[in-house]
């Protein structure tokens, strides 16, 4: 039972590349959620899904895409990077009845 | 805006000793409060829900949740230098949006 993952670890990007963070989940949560973490700023909500077919804005959602491909895989899309976009990104996942959340072990990216 | 506030830190308590971490929060229709931990450059790890008005005891851990005065705290008994993180009070908007606060640094000293 490997719970969250996420690929890749790091990654370093130039302005305007593009790149799709992955994030999978083997414990059956119908709920899925991108955050980024910045210092001082906590985790903010980039976008989720509450099931599987449906995807809804979080806090910060511009700049970002999202898809959820099927109950265990949700990705996140950065469509031309920014600068602005420098974060440590996590993937969660929950069971929807509790909410408790479980997170990925995280992708740190850079964009010069 | 819908907040849930923390003091930074860092909170520094001698091994053994007793740490109280608090947060606050804005909405008063939250329903679900959670209490993670975040060592560095490591993800959030959940260690404690509660739900109702009172204490939550787990192993070391007391959650401790007052609705009428929109504050959650959390309890460390018997602090060991493996505390030492970031621990990060959260509370649900509903409609499965949760707000995370900045998070309170615990040093525990050997």
């Known amino acids: 039972n490997a719970g969250v993952t996420q690929t890749p670890k790091f990654q370093v990007l130039k302005t305007g590349q593009s790149m799709t963070l992955q994030c999978a989940q083997d414990m059956n949560h119908n709920s899925m959620y991108w955050y980024r973490q910045d210092p001082g700023m906590g985790l903010r909500l980039i976008y989720y899904?509450?099931?599987?077919?449906?995807?809804d804005k979080g806090e910060v959602p511009n700049g970002y895409n999202v898809s959820r491909l099927n109950k265990r895989e949700f990705s996140l899309r950065l469509e031309s990077a920014a600068p602005s976009q420098t974060s440590v990104y996590f993937c969660a996942s929950s069971d929807r009845t509790y909410y408790e959340q479980y997170f990925g072990p995280g992708t740190r990216l850079t964009v010069t | 805006q819908k907040e849930v506030e923390q003091n930074s830190g860092p909170l520094s308590v001698p091994e053994g000793a007793i740490a109280s971490l608090n947060c606050t929060y804005s909405d008063r229709g939250s329903q679900s409060f959670f209490w993670y931990r975040q060592y560095s450059g490591k993800s959030p790890e959940l260690i404690m829900s509660i739900y109702s008005n009172g204490d939550k005891e787990d192993g070391r851990f007391t959650a401790q949740l007052n609705k009428a005065s929109q504050y959650v705290s959390l309890l460390i008994r018997d602090s060991q230098p493996s505390d030492s993180a970031t621990y990060l009070c959260?509370?649900?908007?509903?409609?499965?949006?949760?707000?995370f606060g900045a998070g309170t640094r615990l040093f525990v000293k050997a």
């Open positions: 899904s509450a099931s599987e077919g449906t995807t």
């Open positions: 959260a509370a649900d908007t509903g409609g499965f949006k949760t707000i």
